[in-house]
């Protein structure tokens, strides 16, 4: 039963060092299934997803257009492997699945070490590493193995073995929608694409993932949309499928990237100052953590497809490190210990408190304009007078009576005032209960 706020329920139950094991656990459950853009992967994945969230699966057929591009051919793979000229099995798929470079062609052929060299991938800088790579949309076979691996190698004949499939099938992907008092929605959005790798993104899957479960019993302002989406081809094949809907998501978080130990960076959306920008700033400031705020850049995560100009949706982007600046991006070693319980629970509260501010962020109209309302004669100045915190709470209720225009919101009072949005949102309650503010219905589109 849906019957407490947001915020009632943040200051009571949720434990997120439980969550943080939580999350790791199902990040472990999902790390050996090798994913790609289509395939049984993505299946499986949404099918373990769908023990703690009943999202629903949608399955969008090979050589659908959706805009520009088309949906490919299904990729799907048994095994793979490499034996040596003496016939030693040095490379297995079965050991890990970022062996393969993503969305092989099916292979069975004798080579020579030069040959097999044009179709083998390393790290030189980090030799002991497994790259991960993907050829989606050129086809192509080949292997991702050590640096050191590498070196070892020596002439002679190699056998080479791709029991893959590139036929025609579908794009999967999933969406759950947690519904709230109003059609307006808050989308959240991550990428279900990547083999065995860690916090790109099966950290952005189990955060998406705890927050539904967090979502669903409560009672909020907003709609909740998660899409557990391919990256790229799967945002845009959304977004292509329900185009008519888009005008309902007010704000919007990409997931990418949360589980490391760096601290949190958020990426602007393309409108740069829309409301979740503003928001995500003043959580971040109001923590006191050390974070980075990036401009938008038509590059990274599906932000691109969500503000490209047809579109421009106000949806940012959440990492901790960006992509490209840990070391272990797309590598063997974005494993299992390279996210942390800790970080994933701090990543999961940070979103809760985004979450917390956008739905409490209204603007109202100060319904006693004409001068100040006598405040003592409604109880609302302390009864104990002269303690630092009854002050701040008098500066909130003033700034917020005076703010209260139909113009500013919340966030812009705590702005203005340099106050916490805590104690603004606590005046306004107060101010509220007394019947000395109403809200101002929104309107999005001015
Ligand atoms: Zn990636």
Not at 6 to 18: C, F, H, I, R, Y
Not at 25 to 44: A, H, N
Not at 232 to 251: A, D, F, P, V, Y
Request: charged share 25%; glycine share 8%.
């Amino acid at each position: 039963m849906k019957d407490r706020s947001l915020a009632e329920w943040n200051q009571s139950t949720v434990d997120p060092g439980k969550s943080g094991k939580e999350m790791h656990e199902l990040i472990r459950k999902l790390y050996p299934i090798c994913r790609s853009i289509t395939g049984d992967g993505v299946r499986q994945t949404l099918k373990i997803l769908q023990e703690y969230v009943p999202l629903s699966i949608h399955e969008v057929p090979t050589g659908a257009r959706v805009f520009d591009w088309t949906i490919p051919m299904e990729w799907n793979i048994r095994s793979a492997y490499v034996r040596d000229p003496r016939g030693r099995k040095i490379i297995d798929f079965q050991k890990s699945n970022l062996h393969v470079l993503n969305y092989s062609v099916p292979v069975q052929s004798k080579v020579t070490l030069e040959e097999l060299k044009a179709h083998l991938y390393t790290i030189p800088e980090h030799p002991d590493w497994i790259p991960y790579r993907t050829s989606y949309y050129k086809e192509n076979w080949g292997f991702c193995i050590s640096h050191n691996q590498l070196l070892g190698l020596t002439d002679g004949e190699y056998e080479v073995f791709i029991d893959s499939s590139l036929k025609n099938g579908s794009l999967t992907y999933g969406e759950y929608l947690v519904k709230g008092q109003t059609d307006d929605e808050i989308l959240i959005s991550t990428h279900v694409c990547h083999p065995s790798l860690a916090n790109d993104n099966l950290a952005g899957i189990a955060i998406a993932t705890f927050l539904t479960r967090y979502l669903r019993p409560l009672s909020t302002r907003y709609s909740y949309r998660f899409l557990f989406t391919p990256g790229g081809i799967g945002s845009i094949t959304w977004l292509s499928q329900n185009e008519q809907q888009t005008s309902r998501i007010k704000h919007g978080l990409v997931l990418a990237c949360l589980g490391d130990s760096g601290n949190i960076t958020y990426k602007k959306t393309r409108l740069g100052d829309a409301e979740v920008d503003r928001v995500v700033m003043r959580a971040l400031q109001e923590t006191g953590d050390p974070h980075s705020i990036l401009d938008f850049t038509p590059y990274g995560y599906d932000e691109r497809q969500f503000g490209s100009p047809g579109f421009n949706l106000p949806v940012g982007c959440l990492m901790r490190t960006p992509h490209g600046e840990f070391e272990e991006y797309h590598t063997s070693a974005d494993n299992l210990d390279f996210v942390k319980p800790e970080h994933l629970s701090h990543s999961f509260s940070f979103c809760r408190r985004v979450f917390e501010i956008l739905e409490q962020n209204r603007t109202y109209w100060n319904t006693n304009p004409k001068c100040e309302p006598q405040l003592g004669r409604r109880g609302l100045y302390s009864a104990i007078g002269g303690n630092a915190d009854g002050r701040l709470h008098e500066l909130a209720l003033l700034w917020v009576l005076n703010l209260s225009d139909g113009a500013h919101s919340l966030l812009d009072i705590a702005s203005q005032s340099a106050l916490s949005f805590e104690k603004i949102e606590k005046a306004a309650e107060a101010l509220r209960k007394q019947g000395l503010l109403r809200e101002q219905l929104r309107s999005f589109h001015g």
